[in-house]
């Protein structure tokens, strides 16, 4: 799918706006500016912001058109089940699943940069634009199973605003509208954890609920089971210590086939001797370590790699040449080793504590007698959520205003001079590396590769690589990444570790079998 802008523009005319008026009040980007003119896809963020100062819809103002260039058709293989993929990022999960004997005959994200590596890497069968924007009949019919990441911004514990006011929590209802059409057999969701205690509960039992009660055209119940589990990666063979609920449906009247760990994160006397211990984060990439970071491709010799597997003490040889994809060649390659190398000893922090417990009930009572939302705040900043750590008081996703924030926030809700000094004054602090969480763990598996920069590597002179973060989601060796270099770490961090989507697959791949 391609963006046409042509009726913004005319909007621009009849509101007498040049485009400089636009991004400025709409508070956007010089280079989203330039994608705009380019008919580029934008993100759903910068339409909503643009459509807030104009007055608009979105469909107002871009439409989705048909890429000729982009036509692609499907060879349906009829011995190996079909799927179809929502919200699919760069494939994580979709991996997984044709690594298990499936086929993707249709998947769609918004993406851009997401796509173009789903494309380079998996298939053109990937559909480029917002699931809202496309009809069920433009999905292919009969598929067995639909998988989807729906976005989890929404839901997550480091979200200010975990209820359901986020627009974003309702895209898991396009996830409903399109199963509800198609009837596959199974479907599988990857969410946060914080899904299930959202609400304290209520919000998944609403989402359970929702499933279970899908109706046909004809308002006839389909009948899915559905269960949710959080999973641990890295009790599957992945070198990361990242929990996911995963929700799974079927309406075969079969118990939902959840996968078994192979590995303990912690040993104890319950842990089953056929358990292998988990991959660390050193025996997964310690190999990189000293690799010089490079655009080009990077090459192991089969001896470095049998020498790293000797050294760490890999327990799991065969699961980390599985990653590796190593076999009996002489050597390995791959890119996208490169890196953020910008990393520095000092930074910028505030002179004085500030005590965040109490700054909330100050900014909030200011709030109140200002007679401003937090929403309000928000499109006075031209933030999305940002506002509502503000006056928050958890100290789990709170924040303190930045000190141009701070001044601004002051003119808007006229408090007074109680918290100006401590929370303006700044200072350069040194980083102490040795209390900080953002240095790599190195003896256990990684903490969750997240969709900002990630941790600082072990040699404190760099972030992790790319590629090393791609190892930590097992994606494959070969897969190469586009865009810049933030860009691909969001793909990353987005995903749904390849070896975990493996090992889920595989479950659902034998109950589709057995019942044909």
């Given at each position: 799918?391609?963006?046409n802008y042509d009726n913004l523009l005319k909007l621009l005319i009849d509101k007498k706006m040049t485009k400089t008026d636009l991004r400025k009040q709409a508070k956007i980007s010089s280079s989203t500016l330039a994608k705009i003119g380019k008919q580029e896809m934008v993100s759903q963020d910068v339409l909503n912001k643009i459509c807030s100062v104009l007055?608009?819809?979105?469909?107002?103002?871009?439409?989705?058109e048909k890429d000729e260039n982009e036509e692609f058709e499907v060879t349906i293989d009829p011995n190996k089940p079909k799927v179809v993929s929502l919200f699919s990022g760069a494939g994580g999960m979709d991996i997984g699943f044709i690594n298990s004997g499936f086929q993707i005959i249709w998947a769609?994200?918004?993406?851009?940069?997401?796509?173009?590596?789903y494309?380079?890497?998996?298939?053109?069968?990937?559909?480029?634009?917002?699931?809202?924007?496309?009809a069920s009949s433009d999905i292919p019919d009969d598929p067995d199973v639909i998988i989807g990441g729906f976005p989890c911004?929404?839901?997550?514990?480091?979200?200010?605003?975990?209820n359901m006011e986020d627009q974003r929590n309702f895209l898991y209802k396009e996830m409903l509208r399109v199963i509800s059409d198609k009837k596959p057999k199974f479907f599988v969701a990857e969410n946060v954890k914080g899904l299930l205690s959202m609400g304290k509960g209520k919000v998944f039992e609403m989402i359970k609920s929702d499933f279970e009660n899908l109706t046909d055209s004809n308002g006839n119940k389909i009948g899915y089971t559905v269960e949710a589990r959080i999973l641990n990666a890295a009790e599957y063979g992945v070198p990361q210590a990242r929990e996911r609920v995963i929700i799974i449906g079927n309406r075969l009247g079969v118990k939902n086939?959840?996968?078994?760990?192979?590995?303990?994160?912690?040993?104890?006397?319950?842990?089953?001797?056929?358990?292998?211990?988990a991959?660390?984060?050193?025996?997964?990439?310690?190999?990189?370590?000293?690799?010089?970071?490079?655009?080009?491709?990077?090459?192991?010799?089969?001896?470095e790699i049998e020498e790293h597997v000797r050294d760490t003490k890999l327990t799991d040889k065969n699961g980390l040449f599985s990653i590796l994809n190593f076999n009996d060649s002489d050597s390995v390659q791959f890119?996208?080793?490169?890196?953020?190398?910008?990393?520095s000893d000092k930074f910028w922090g505030r002179k004085y504590e500030v005590n965040q417990h109490e700054l909330c009930d100050y900014l909030r009572f200011w709030r109140d007698k200002a007679g401003w939302s937090t929403k309000r705040i928000d499109e006075h900043f031209g933030y999305s959520h940002t506002a509502g750590h503000w006056f928050r008081k958890d100290n789990k996703s709170g924040s303190i205003p930045k000190p141009e924030d701070w001044w601004e926030l002051k003119k808007i809700l006229g408090f007074d001079d109680k918290y100006d000094e401590a929370v303006t004054t700044m200072v350069e602090k040194e980083i102490k590396f040795e209390q900080s969480l953002r240095i790599t763990n190195w003896d256990r598996p990684s903490d969750t590769i997240t969709a900002t920069s990630p941790e600082i590597h072990v040699n404190k002179k760099r972030r992790l690589s790319v590629r090393e973060c791609a190892i930590l989601q097992t994606f494959p060796l070969d897969y190469e990444f586009t865009g810049s270099l933030n860009k691909m770490y969001t793909q990353i961090g987005n995903a749904v570790p390849v070896k975990l989507a493996t090992k889920i697959a595989e479950e659902i791949y034998k109950v589709i079998q057995k019942e044909k």
């Open positions: 799918m391609k963006a007055e608009c819809k979105v469909d107002d103002i871009v439409a989705l769609n994200d918004f993406f851009q940069e997401a796509v173009s590596s494309r380079k890497n998996i298939g053109k069968h990937i559909v480029y634009g917002d699931i809202t924007k496309i911004q929404g839901f997550s514990v480091a979200n200010t605003r975990r086939p959840f996968p078994e760990p192979t590995h303990y994160i912690e040993k104890n006397e319950n842990t089953s001797e056929e358990l292998l211990p991959i660390t984060t050193e025996q997964a990439i310690g190999f990189l370590s000293e690799k010089k970071i490079s655009k080009n491709l990077v090459f192991l010799s089969k001896k890119g996208n080793h490169i890196a953020s190398e910008n990393v």
